[in-house]
């Protein structure tokens, strides 16, 4: 019995072994895309994901140039999407910060941007 | 999850991999008793009570750590998810939401209450009738593990596959793992008792879990085979990533239990189901319940790999 124990041991060490990162890419797309230029100011950002996620955990921010929020509102959580209302008023680089809580209680987040108007 | 572990993320495989154990302990006594033991003893009444009572001490036990063990995997979930101290999760409002406002939440308060209705369902074990809503409250307390996990995180009929499958994955270990030691009290009893009426109970015994132990590892593996499909995807995530070399280890220790399980069935059941020659069936006792604390053994550290799964993200998140 010691002889199996070891074994299970030694092969649960081996893969427990440092692995390399790779990016996380939970976000599935989004409306404005990712990295993408809009003719005209968005009235609301969307985001859909791989997962279903929980509303009580999960929130975004979408801040201008200057570090301004430009969202309004609590985000709207709807399985694996999820809106929030924007007003955003000019051209210019708007970033995303995002973060989710998925239902099987994995954690993620990330960001992006883009661009309106030029 | 990297490495080393963080201290958090190791007390949240642990207590994953305890609730797991005791789950699937109480769990597979009932069931034992059920299709295995009740037709067994049929030919030995003091068999039955012995056999009876063991099965009521082990699910009680079983279940008592499972309740105690939930309720601190509710705590440190509810911890991670609002990356807050042990301390602070335990407030009252922090609580309350993940009760009420995730998934996680609703499905460990519908366990507790399964476990509530299971314990009152066990008080009154005297009561035959009611053994089958017994067995029916503890396969659901199994089975419902699978909304806290990746198959419950899906959605439309990709979700409903992947929660089924988890379920009914839940279930068949819990037959295989948790009937072990049942089994093996048998087996050990029958020992020390070296009567005809035991060799007798034995071989029943043995012929029906060869039968449980066939259906449970073609659960298994279909099962498995749907989940590693959604949760890994490919060759080279399963290589390329934790979750799946994680997975591996699993499917190596499964491979080891499945060698057991298959000598037991070809070599040491024949033995016990021949006619008998001098000393043969009492060894080929020994020798199975010794196997069966071996596989036990494995299979508590399989729960433990599958504490440790539910903690990673799937490779399949990783590999587009």
């Known amino acids: ?118 | 999850m990297a490495w080393p572990i963080d201290s958090a993320a190791l007390a949240l495989v642990a207590i994953r991999t305890v609730h797991f154990s005791a789950t699937a302990l109480t769990a597979g006594v009932l069931l034992f008793r059920a299709v295995i033991g009740a037709a067994a003893t049929m030919s030995s009444p003091v068999s039955a009570q012995a056999a009876d009572a063991q099965t009521h001490q082990l699910a009680g036990w079983g279940l008592l750590v499972s309740v105690l063990s939930g309720a601190v995997w509710f705590v440190l979930t509810a911890a991670d998810m609002g990356n807050l101290a042990v301390s602070r999760a335990l407030h009252a409002d922090v609580l309350t939401t993940v009760a009420e406002a995730t998934q996680f939440g609703s499905v460990a308060v519908t366990r507790l209450v399964l476990a509530l209705l299971l314990g009152a369902s066990l008080a009154f074990d005297g009561i035959k009738p009611l053994r089958w809503l017994t067995l029916a409250l503890a396969l659901g307390l199994m089975a419902s593990i699978a909304w806290t996990g990746h198959g419950g995180s899906g959605f439309g009929v990709e979700g409903d596959v992947r929660v089924a499958a988890d379920a009914l994955h839940l279930i068949a270990a819990s037959a295989w793992i948790g009937g072990l030691v049942p089994l093996a009290l048998l087996l050990s009893a029958g020992l020390h008792d070296n009567s005809s009426a035991s060799i007798t109970v034995a071989r029943v015994a043995t012929q029906r879990v060869s039968l449980l132990g066939i259906a449970s590892v073609g659960t298994l593996v279909a099962t498995g085979s749907i989940n590693a499909w959604f949760l890994v995807g490919s060759s080279r995530a399963l290589f390329g990533t934790e979750y799946g070399r994680v997975l591996l280890a699993k499917l190596a220790l499964f491979a080891v239990m499945l060698s057991f399980a298959a000598f037991n069935r070809t070599i040491l059941t024949p033995r016990l189901l021949a006619p008998a020659t001098a000393g043969s069936q009492p060894a080929a006792v020994r020798t199975l319940t010794r196997h069966c604390v071996v596989e036990f053994a494995l299979g508590l550290i399989i729960l433990g790999v599958v504490g440790w799964l539910g903690t990673v993200h799937p490779a399949s998140h990783f590999m587009n």
């Open chain 1, 1 to 118: 019995m010691s002889r199996f124990i070891l074994f299970a041991t030694t092969t649960m060490l081996v893969v427990a072994a440092p692995t390399a990162s790779f990016a996380h890419a939970f976000l599935d797309r989004a409306e404005p895309r990712v990295g993408n230029t809009v003719a005209t100011a968005p009235r609301e950002l969307k985001l859909w994901f791989t997962q279903r996620l929980e509303q009580a955990f999960s929130t975004v921010e979408v801040t201008n140039g200057s570090g301004q929020r430009v969202d309004t509102g609590k985000p709207r959580v709807n399985d694996n999407e999820m809106a929030i209302s924007l007003r955003v008023r000019g051209p210019g680089t708007y970033r995303v910060n995002w973060h989710v809580l998925s239902v099987d209680t994995h954690t993620t987040e990330g960001n992006f941007t883009f661009t309106v108007g030029k």
